[in-house]
């Protein structure tokens, strides 16, 4: 089979290749633009993989996007711009990148009768729950985004369905909560608090610090994209978690103990326009009807995996 990977120089989209030219015999293209969050260095220990070819080049390129699509069995969309601060101060861009594109990509899927499409998109499509509660996100929850990278993919999300519905195209969405581990670019919470912590540096905490994120290690969300592409329905959305909920303060404390700092380094600082509360994914939908699981749960331990790896890296 040959995927057209969007997206793959990117934090998850290079995980996701590497755990496929490893554990598949797949061919895959992997399209990306190379903005400040896609690096060539996330893909050199495959890069002259024989199965593996780089094309540089935006989703929102039609003609690229149909040549690329015309030789392709499969699309997974990972690319996007997907830092909520980012969006905040820039809004088209993400509308751009995350709504335009994947309707081009869809188009060209579409056009060439591509078997599947797989939208990776996230759980901040369904806005936040509250804090202290019991619930969690369902694949058919109500979405309320509350950031405009969190909307740009909701509103991704529909044009996927609604190609689907009006087009019958094969296609498939993954909802995924907060990943984490290697190679993930320093604007991200987890690698931004080690990087200033190793240089002893303050570390900025919104608000009171008490949203609660749910975390994933990245490769168990790669191993749950594998499951779907391999046994998912068409048409049907399947949300990836880990049951790990933290809050983001304890989260820094904890990265703070691993390194040997102080939590002297934490300042509280103005809480960001629309901060969202609490995820929580349920995934007990993708573990019944796939037989997916989790494998990196002792959630600690990986952490001080990843810590290691960014500390020898230099970063």
Not at 89 to 97: A, G, K, L, S
Not at 124 to 138: A, N, Q, W
Not at 243 to 252: G, H
Request: net charge negative; aromatic share 8%.
């Amino acid at each position: 089979m040959k995927l057209l990977i969007t997206g793959g120089c990117g934090f998850i989209g290079s995980h996701f290749l590497r755990k496929t030219l490893t554990e598949t015999e797949f061919e895959v293209v992997n399209l990306d633009k190379l903005t400040y969050a896609g690096k060539l260095e996330n893909t050199v220990d495959f890069a002259k993989n024989s199965r593996y070819k780089f094309v540089e080049g935006s989703i929102c390129d039609k003609n690229l996007v149909d040549k690329l699509a015309a030789g392709a069995d499969v699309i997974v969309n990972f690319a996007a711009e997907s830092h909520v601060d980012n969006s905040i101060e820039n809004p088209q861009i993400f509308v751009e990148t995350n709504v335009l594109g994947t309707q081009i990509l869809l188009d060209a899927a579409r056009k060439h009768s591509l078997k599947k499409f797989l939208q990776i998109s996230t759980d901040e499509v369904y806005g936040d729950l509250p804090l202290g509660s019991t619930e969690k996100f369902r694949e058919h929850d109500e979405l309320k985004p509350s950031s405009p990278y969190s909307a740009s993919k909701a509103a991704a999300d529909m044009l996927c369905l609604a190609a689907w519905r009006t087009f019958d195209q094969p296609v498939l969405i993954s909802r995924c909560s907060n990943n984490f581990g290697t190679h993930q670019l320093a604007e991200k919470l987890m690698p931004l608090v080690i990087s200033r912590a190793l240089k002893n540096e303050k570390i900025s905490v919104y608000g009171d610090g008490k949203n609660v994120r749910d975390w994933i290690h990245v490769n168990d969300h790669c191993s749950a994209i594998l499951k779907i592409l391999e046994r998912g329905q068409a048409g049907e959305i399947y949300n990836v978690g880990a049951d790990n909920e933290v809050a983001n303060i304890d989260l820094v404390k904890l990265l703070l103990k691993i390194l040997g700092k102080s939590e002297g380094l934490i300042e509280f600082v103005k809480d960001r326009p629309g901060h969202d509360r609490r995820y929580a994914i349920d995934s007990s939908k993708i573990q019944s009807e796939l037989g997916w699981q989790p494998e990196h749960v002792n959630f600690e331990e990986e952490l001080k995996k990843m810590v290691t790896w960014y500390k020898k890296e230099n970063f």
